[in-house]
């Protein structure tokens, strides 16, 4: 394939994450949260599973030392608390208390907007390509680490 027929992925990946960022400005802006702080807030409130500060940092690719800044700020502010393992008071559970429910719902409301209108006009069956082909690219991408590029056909 040559290389002008290719996708573009950094391209279009940086347009993705420049028009999500500005589809939960409101949100930030109601709440007054920093674009961290909301998607601590979200990442704990969609995935309830994995509560603790390194399964944020780990699984959202946020730097630790923002993801603890986040947390503090989160909690101080009462959208979550931290509930302790009785075995290892080291081990952190985050939970989004009453008063982070309404502001990760709304982030959750900003996100559904967003991803009903990425995919706005894609049938079922498009879609499941889509989804084939992106399982395959990132199987691709896992194979990449250490590899040379092939040669330009």
């Known amino acids: 394939m040559v290389w ?7 391209e279009i990946m940086a347009q993705a994450k420049k028009l999500y960022s500005r589809s939960l400005e409101p949100v930030c802006e109601r709440w007054n949260l ?9 990442f704990l409130y969609n995935n309830p599973f ?7 940092a780990t699984r959202r690719g946020i730097a630790k030392s923002h993801v603890s800044l986040s947390v503090t700020n ?21 939970k989004v208390t009453p008063a982070g429910m309404e502001p990760a719902e709304a982030g959750r409301q900003a996100q559904k907007i967003f991803f009903d209108r990425l995919h706005q006009g894609i049938s079922p069956e498009e879609f499941a390509v889509w989804k084939k ?10 194979g990449l680490n250490g590899l040379k590029p092939e040669a330009e056909e």
């Open 133 to 142: 082909t992106t399982k395959k690219v990132l199987e691709n991408m896992n």
């Open 50 to 56: 994995y509560d603790r500060a390194t399964d944020v």
């Open 4 to 10: 002008e027929e290719r996708i573009n992925f950094f």
């Open 34 to 42: 920093n674009r961290c702080e909301l998607d601590v807030l979200l």
């Open 74 to 94: 989160l909690e101080r502010r009462g959208f979550l608390c931290r509930e302790y393992d009785p075995g290892d008071r080291r081990n952190a559970h985050l």
